[in-house]
């Protein structure tokens, strides 16, 4: 059983950074972010995700904008996060799974963190 806290959340004006943390209680190899906005459900597709190599994919709606990046050493995950907009605020997760997911759906994830909330205002 893996355990993940987030950290790093909070409120910003637009235009501002964030840089959010998850921390895991173990090395697992897979893990990316995901997000759910007030009043929707959690978008389907993680926002970005890395391999076990360091390979990384973002979504087309934070290209450019977010970057994740993972610490093996420290098991820990991060997701900078500039030139924030309101269609940003949501709660973040992170999650993991030993193998690879094929297509960034959450279903492929089987650990998850309690999330982190980004709130951005205009």
């Known amino acids: 059983q893996v355990h993940m806290v987030e950290s790093g959340g909070g409120s910003v004006q637009a235009g501002g950074s964030l840089r959010l943390s998850c921390a895991a209680s173990?090395?697992?190899?897979?893990m990316g972010w995901f997000r759910q906005a007030p009043g929707k459900e959690r978008e389907e597709v993680a926002v970005a995700r890395i391999d076990k190599n360091g390979n990384t994919r973002h979504a087309d709606s934070v290209k450019g904008r977010f970057t994740i990046s993972k610490d093996n050493a420290k098991n820990t995950l991060y997701l900078q996060m500039n030139s924030l907009n309101p269609e940003d605020t949501a709660m973040y997760y992170c999650a993991a799974a030993g193998i690879e997911p094929k297509y960034g759906f959450g279903w492929e994830y089987y650990y998850w963190g309690q999330g982190t909330q980004v709130t951005v205002s205009s």
């Open positions: 173990g090395y697992i190899p897979y």
